[in-house]
């Protein structure tokens, strides 16, 4: 099943979705403040391609067992606030999370274990294109009742000019049969990859439009269709 999630110019939209089966999702919210809730049934698989632009979502996402959730969102000026809940055994969720930042923006997550056997990894990449503030606040929670379990989130922040960016990774764990790992790192490309590029015929401008495709979304498993419309929204930079 598929759905279509596009919000236009509506500051005050609520919705709450239930999925049932497997199901693809599109959102391409833009200018939006939306409160979307989306519940899963038991196993199913669920994946999410998010191209939203302007936005200060609130979005949240209850997840049951034997539930594969994939999200890859490559999304522009966004200062939404993204909760998982983690309810079901044998979850398993895997998020990767690009944003362009022109403005000021803030953007915090929440992820919530509460069962045991479960696993979720996050990748945050933020390319800071101009001197504005960008923050990631990334909140990972492991509750008393989730043995068991994998939590890793990684954090970068690429600064093309004097940007001010900050990472705050927090991990809140009351359950010591688990592995969580964080990490963080604000800065700028680094030298040794343009100098590699260019002493290969590649221009520095060309170099830098390779960097930039590869760190907003190599680690992303997308389909072709998915990755074309990411790379439109790369080229249009």
Do not use: W
């Not at 497997?22 to 519940?39: G, K, Q, R, V």
């Amino acid at each position: 099943m598929d759905i279509i999630l596009n919000n236009k110019d509506n500051s005050n939209h609520k919705e709450r979705i239930k999925i049932k089966e497997d199901t693809n999702i599109f959102i391409n919210y833009a200018n939006s403040n939306t409160e979307l809730t989306i519940e899963t049934s038991p196993n199913t698989s669920i994946r999410v391609l998010d191209t939203s632009k302007n936005t200060k979502n609130i979005i949240t996402y209850n997840v049951d067992k034997n539930v594969n959730l994939i999200i890859n969102k490559l999304s522009i000026d966004c200062s939404d606030t993204l909760t998982v809940n983690i309810k079901g055994k044998n979850a398993n969720v895997n998020i990767n999370n690009s944003i362009v930042n022109y403005k000021d923006n803030i953007y915090t997550e929440k992820f919530i274990h509460s069962k045991e056997d479960s696993r979720s990894n996050i990748v945050n990449h933020a390319l800071n294109m101009e001197n504005s503030v960008f923050r990631f606040i990334v909140d990972g929670i492991i509750e008393k009742n989730s043995s068991n379990t994998y939590f890793n989130q990684e954090n970068q922040i690429i600064n093309y000019k004097d940007g001010d960016s900050q990472i705050l990774p927090n991990l809140i764990v009351s359950n010591n049969d688990i592995e969580a790992n964080h990490s963080a790192y604000v800065g700028s490309f680094k030298e040794d990859y343009l100098f590699y590029l260019m002493t290969r015929g590649i221009s520095k401008e060309e170099s830098i439009k390779l960097l930039t495709r590869a760190f907003l979304i190599n680690s992303m498993q997308l389909k072709d269709e998915e990755e074309k419309i990411f790379n439109d929204i790369i080229n249009s930079l």
